[in-house]
């Protein structure tokens, strides 16, 4: 199992950005997945949640301009990101789901700054 | 939003020395399908989280056995019985019965 995540970067306030997250080694289609943040020297919080048939759930402080979504034919999971503030600046993982949380990326780091 | 209460922030162990580390939630973590999704995480440094335990008490596949979880409802607990130098890090529990919330984080180091 590997989950790789990519499109990180600087971005200012108020910009968007989209993140990928390749999954291999297991049947994609099978299950949720998560995609979870930690600010710079913080702990871990989760963002959004996105089932096997596409059912989504946010958290509230994301609410209204993060995105979840996923294409099972590339095993894709993406997140994409708008209206972006400075407290969003974060290292991002995606999680695989199901109850499990078992397999997390390596992280891709998402600056807001101007 | 369910809170998740972790203590000690901080934990000083020597080499060998058995450690817990506690987990409150703000709110009963059975859920309506009789499970309980809690799970503890270590986050070694510059690592991503390794999931340790899922539901309460059952070790992640290719985690050592010195490792132990227990409790129920609204109290959890984290075993480490003889801490290893590779056990170092930041430890986390997390819950998933309701939307996904973390504990603040307890940090092992050596003494």
């Known amino acids: 199992v590997q989950l790789v995540e990519s499109g990180g970067g600087l971005v200012q306030p108020g910009k968007s950005l989209k993140l990928s997250c390749s999954a291999s080694?297991?049947?994609?289609?099978?299950?949720?997945m998560h995609w979870i943040r930690q600010a710079p020297g913080k702990g871990l919080d989760w963002v959004a949640y996105?089932?096997?048939?596409?059912?989504?759930v946010y958290a509230d402080a994301v609410k209204g301009r993060f995105t979840i979504s996923r294409d099972n034919a590339k095993n894709t999971l993406y997140l994409q990101l708008n209206s972006l503030k400075s407290e969003d600046t974060a290292i991002y993982y995606c999680a695989r789901g199901g109850g499990l949380f078992d397999y997390w990326g390596q992280g891709v780091m998402v600056t807001v700054s101007s | 939003d369910v809170v998740l209460t972790q203590t000690p922030s901080i934990l000083s162990a020597t080499i060998g020395q058995s450690v817990s580390i506690s987990c409150r939630s703000s709110q009963s973590l059975l859920d309506s399908d009789g499970n309980t999704y809690l799970y503890w995480f270590l986050q070694r440094p510059g690592q991503s989280p390794q999931r340790l335990i899922y539901?309460?008490?059952n070790l992640g596949s290719g985690v050592p056995n010195r490792f132990s979880g227990s409790g129920s409802g609204t109290d959890f607990t984290l075993k480490i019985s003889g801490v290893e130098a590779e056990d170092l890090g930041v430890y986390y529990c997390?819950?998933?019965?309701?939307?996904?919330?973390f504990g603040g984080g307890t940090k092992l180091e050596l003494k």
């Open positions: 539901l309460v008490s």
């Open positions: 997390m819950q998933a019965t309701h939307a996904p919330t």
């Open positions: 996105i089932s096997s048939s596409s059912g989504t």
């Open positions: 080694g297991f049947t994609f289609s099978s299950y949720g």
